[in-house]
């Protein structure tokens, strides 16, 4: 079997003006993502996906390795992820050029698992049947009131996990907390990002209000660039752990953060930080480390299952994350969806991913072959 061609589709999704939500970043105005389809010349095809510049990804892919991987074995995964890594190093160890990779990585794990008929999981060795899984929204509202009505709402759909959004000012932050935690009892993780908005004092001053809410984790409070800030808020926040990683890429790249004591909880996601091989490498560093993971998702629902396959074959892994702001990558875009039961999600049970694109949901928001990404803020990435 060889590679015939590989394919990207770009999707975007613009919400509607009512269902809008404010972040750190502003008004995220719509959704962005990008889909990979490794084609053979048997006739499979294994699908991947991509969180990055689109317009940068179709570059990196279809004219610079795609045609590099034309006529090569898609089965041999490793040798495939180290000839395009050699490839791209000279303009991009980091950011989208890993991340592309990344997508084509895991579009040929699927392919894999389709061509030898086993799943990504049990390709890889023993596997949980579905893994924790918690709820990701409760970014910036009005007020508290707004903040305590969706957590609510994420624990009667059967989340017993959820993660909110701070760092806005020290009084929402602190109101905010205190509603979610008394509207949804002790017995739930409930986990705080504080998207990269606090200083070191902030952070300080808010390390009591954690305490008391029983948070299970603090999520880059400082910049990714402030490595120092995390060591420096580590003794003072003992027994809540320090978690990051959406914004690191490759081995490489969290081996810094997991060497150096800067996170007890890494978050490599595996269409951006290099794929599922990438991913399984971080994964086994960080155990070495005695460090734990729990992978960042906020794209697609192929994302979020390459992420349920790691979670589920590794010991340390702890939980996936489950994007509940209305968009349909995460909600539409599969076949059946993902499947979530009382706060766990279910592991496929076909080969590869396990998963089937619904076709219609792919050609509805598909940007047009030679169109620029639009304007808007989507999440993030902003484009004027």
């Not at 034309?70 to 890993?98: F, H």
């Not at 399984?280 to 998702?297: G, Y």
């Not at 949901?361 to 990404?373: C, D, E, L, S």
């Amino acid at each position: 079997m060889k590679i015939r061609e590989i394919e990207v589709i770009n999707l975007r999704f613009e919400y509607p003006s009512g269902r809008r939500f404010r972040y750190a970043g502003g008004v995220c105005t719509g959704r962005l993502t990008s889909l990979v389809k490794v084609h053979s010349d048997e006739g499979l095809v294994g699908i991947g996906s991509v969180y990055s510049h689109p317009d940068l990804v179709r570059k990196i892919i279809e004219e610079h390795l795609g045609p590099a991987l034309v006529g090569e074995d898609p089965l041999e995964i490793e040798r495939l992820w180290n000839r395009c890594y050699v490839l791209t190093r000279w303009y991009g160890r980091k950011g989208a050029a890993v991340s592309a990779l990344g997508g084509i990585d895991i579009a040929l794990w699927d392919l894999k698992g389709k061509a030898v008929g086993k799943r990504i999981c049990d390709m890889i060795g023993p596997a949980r049947k579905q893994v924790p899984a918690y709820a990701s929204g409760l970014l910036w509202k009005s007020g508290a009131a707004e903040l305590r009505d969706e957590a609510q709402r994420h624990l009667a759909a059967g989340f017993w996990g959820m993660k909110m959004r701070l760092g806005r000012s020290l009084g929402y932050d602190r109101a905010g907390l205190r509603a979610v935690r008394n509207a949804v009892g002790t017995d739930v993780r409930l986990m705080v990002d504080g998207n990269a908005r606090y200083s070191l004092d902030e952070a300080r001053s808010m390390v009591p209000e954690f305490r008391d809410a029983g948070i299970f984790w603090l999520e880059e409070p400082f910049a990714p660039e402030n490595p120092q800030a995390f060591l420096s808020l580590r003794p003072e926040i003992e027994g809540i752990p320090l978690a990051a990683g959406e914004n690191e890429f490759g081995y490489q790249g969290f081996s810094e953060l997991i060497d150096h004591g800067v996170v007890q909880i890494a978050q490599p996601d595996c269409c951006r930080c290099g794929g599922l091989t990438e991913a399984l490498r971080i994964a086994a560093h960080a155990e070495e480390r005695r460090v734990q993971i729990a992978p960042h998702t906020w794209s697609d629902a192929v994302a979020l299952t390459a992420n349920m396959h790691l979670v589920s074959t590794v010991p340390g892994a702890l939980t996936i994350e489950v994007d509940q702001t209305g968009n349909p990558f995460i909600d539409d875009l599969l076949v059946g969806g993902p499947r979530l039961e009382e706060g766990y999600a279910v592991v496929p049970e076909t080969p590869g991913l396990g998963i089937d694109l619904d076709e219609d949901v792919v050609a509805k928001y598909t940007v047009p072959r030679g169109q620029a990404t639009p304007p808007g803020n989507y999440s993030d990435m902003v484009f004027q």
